[in-house]
């Protein structure tokens, strides 16, 4: 890809949106770079919720989730291995439960108040957690392609995976984020979307940072 050429804004917040391996995650850490911007990604931090409540069995997630996200450390996460099956698995049925939304909603929104140069990637971002953020994506990934993407990143990883069976927790995945009750899947009607099945990362980034000095031009500059 090359070495991206850092720029810096004031008070730039982006917001990434998409279903299961949509690309999102890449997208929003390459521009995290290019532009030096703290990275956040929501699916991590429910994916340690995960991780907790299987570690721990609590009986009562609730209260485990509370105390551990206000001593949580990102730097803690990102060494544990969080992108197992069974945690993918049962991080899209946590993710329907409004009480534990609600602790990581508040985490996200204090994240995004601490670092107001940033750029937060999941599902609800730009539609919930943060509607005034200056910039939205909505990224689009068929089936097909995004079992692959997630086949290929867990058998990097040594994970012993069917793809039959990483394609149907996708689509289940993605079923159940568009149709729970509390803050579905959902397009904002001011993102861009940024098709990513046939999207190599240079052309993924050129799309998303014309779009971003589109929006934010002469603006933010320093």
């Known amino acids: ?11 730039l917040i ?12 890449t997208g929003a850490k390459l521009i995290a770079k290019k532009y030096n911007l703290k990275f956040l990604s929501s699916g991590m931090l429910y994916r340690y919720a995960s991780y907790l409540i299987i570690k721990k069995k609590p009986k009562n997630p609730i209260s ?7 001593k949580i450390s990102l730097k803690k996460l990102n060494r544990l291995e969080l992108n197992t099956q069974l945690i993918s698995d049962h991080t899209s049925k946590i993710a329907k439960v409004k009480k534990i939304r609600s602790i990581l909603k508040s985490f996200q929104i204090s994240f995004s108040k601490k670092y107001n ?23 689009i990934c068929d089936l097909e392609n995004a079992s692959k993407r997630r086949y290929q990143d867990l058998k990097k990883k040594n994970h012993k995976v069917k793809l039959s069976d990483v394609k149907k927790s996708i689509k289940l995945r993605n079923l159940r984020d568009k149709n729970r ?20 990362k240079k052309r993924m980034i050129k799309k998303m940072s014309v779009y971003i000095e589109k929006i934010l031009k002469n603006k933010y500059v320093n």
Do not use: W
């Open 117 to 139: 140069n940033c750029i937060i990637e999941g599902r609800d971002i730009s539609t919930e957690i943060i509607p005034s953020s200056n910039v939205k994506f909505y990224f």
């Open 14 to 25: 982006i917001s990434c949106d998409g279903g299961a391996a949509s690309g999102k995650t």
């Open 181 to 200: 009750k509390h803050s579905p899947l959902l397009k904002h009607r001011d993102a861009l979307e940024i098709h990513t099945g046939k999207l190599n």
């Open 1 to 11: 890809m090359g070495r991206l050429r850092k720029r810096k804004y004031k008070n």
């Open 64 to 70: 485990l989730l509370q105390k551990e996200f206000k």
